[in-house]
């Protein structure tokens, strides 16, 4: 018993950056955290959030220890390109989500076109 404490006790947290409807849906599910620092794993964009709130926020969750995951709205994603393109370890994964209001679109997906490029038609037959 005491060993599966303690290997939880290393788990990584899920980071989200997304709209209201997302971040509540994930929320609601448990992955609300703060740090020691009390920072959150967490951003809501709204309409009056900046392009430099949302760049920012994603590269402190790319330097948290703590992290595995960042989810985050692929039409969020879009307006940060450049630094999730940029991003090249596997910890934390960066993974495109949808949104209610934007649907997911697969080439816009800076991860499915890396795993694209890795395999060609052959492999699979």
């Known amino acids: 018993m005491t060993r599966y404490f303690a290997m939880a ?3 990584k947290l899920i980071a989200v950056i997304g709209d209201e409807d997302t971040c509540t849906g994930f929320l609601l599910g448990g992955i609300g955290e703060l740090n020691k620092n009390r920072k959150p794993n967490f951003l809501v964009v ?10 920012e926020t994603f590269k402190s969750f790319l330097a948290r220890n703590d992290i595995g995951i960042i989810l985050i709205n692929q039409f969020i994603a879009e307006m ?10 596997s910890i934390p994964a960066v993974l ?13 997906d800076s991860i499915l076109r890396r795993a694209k490029g890795m395999f ?4 699979f037959r």
């Open 9 to 11: 006790g290393r788990g």
């Open 46 to 55: 709204e309409k009056d959030t900046s392009i430099t709130e949302i760049e």
């Open 120 to 123: 060609c038609a052959e492999d």
């Open 96 to 108: 495109e989500i949808p949104s209610k209001e934007h649907p997911y679109d697969a080439s816009k």
């Open 80 to 89: 940060i390109r450049h630094a999730i393109d940029g991003h090249m370890q």
